[in-house]
């Protein structure tokens, strides 16, 4: 027993009790703000048959992208899926099942899931797939569609038809974060408060790997962005680099 100290010595044993066919949400923005070193542990402690919910799924080779290289993930949720091959090629062949949510609608589902909130209604999807079902969630092999989403509840207020969404709560919730306490006070700089307080709120266990760990009081109670009643596991990992998806230059103008 650990009583309640948060703080771990690895990434390796922050996640060790991850089984299979857990369900993951997993915080970021393209490659800003992912928890890499927690997915990489991940990947060595073989855990398979993974859940996941997240904006997007990495790209190849990075990110969520290396679980999904060993056929790790089963099941995603997510709005963008756009700068990965492998999971193209999953998906279309039938290994690897989608759900496709408007980004917006991503982030409430999260957000209720972790306030307890068990549904709730919007105007997004409403009149498309979104609301009226058939969007491809799984493909056969030869490329037709094996599961397809169901039609959702809709209802109308004030003369506008909503659709009923459900609240994501996942059994883990994988963050990055700028700085964090030792009682799991988080700060994202910048770009990087994006998706990791949603999902680190949509988790049941949720484990943060920081760049900075400072002691408990040390951090102003008005620039923390997560309080530590969403965070039961802290991992200290450092500064590091930053990757970047795409990039583009162009010819520097001449004095």
């Keep these: 027993m650990r009583g309640m100290e948060k703080v771990y010595a690895s990434c390796a044993e922050a996640i060790a009790d991850i089984s299979n066919g857990a369900s993951i949400a997993v915080g970021g923005f393209?490659?800003?703000?992912i928890p890499h070193n927690l997915i990489e542990a991940?990947?060595?402690h073989g855990a398979t048959d993974l859940v996941t919910v997240s904006n997007n799924c990495g790209v190849d080779g990075w990110g969520l992208g290396v679980l999904l290289d060993k056929r790790r993930i089963r099941r995603t949720t997510g709005s963008y899926v756009g700068e990965n091959r492998e999971f193209e090629r999953q998906y279309l062949h039938g290994e690897l099942e989608v759900e496709l949510v408007p980004q917006g609608t991503l982030a409430e589902r999260l957000r209720a899931g972790g306030c307890g909130i068990p549904a709730f209604y919007t105007p997004a999807g409403d009149g498309t797939l979104v609301?009226?079902?058939?969007?491809p969630w799984r493909h056969n092999a030869d490329g037709s569609v094996?599961?397809?989403?169901?039609?959702?509840?809709?209802r109308v207020f004030d003369g506008r038809e909503y659709v009923l969404e459900r609240g994501i709560v996942c059994d883990y919730a994988l963050v990055r974060a700028s700085v964090g306490?030792?009682?799991?006070?988080?700060?994202?700089?910048k770009a990087t408060r994006n998706f990791n307080p949603l999902c680190a709120m949509a988790g049941k266990v949720t484990i943060a790997e920081v760049e900075e760990l400072v002691e408990t009081?040390?951090?102003?109670?008005?620039?923390v962005h997560l309080p530590g009643i969403f965070v039961q596991r802290i991992v200290h990992v450092g500064p590091q680099g930053k990757r970047i998806e795409r990039v583009t230059t162009r010819k520097r103008a001449t004095a």
């Design 30 to 33: 393209g490659l800003n703000g």
């Design 42 to 44: 991940l990947l060595e």
């Design 131 to 135: 609301a009226d079902g058939g969007l």
């Design 146 to 154: 094996a599961i397809e989403s169901p039609k959702k509840e809709t």
């Design 181 to 189: 306490d030792r009682a799991g006070n988080l700060i994202f700089h």
């Design 217 to 223: 009081g040390t951090l102003d109670p008005e620039n």
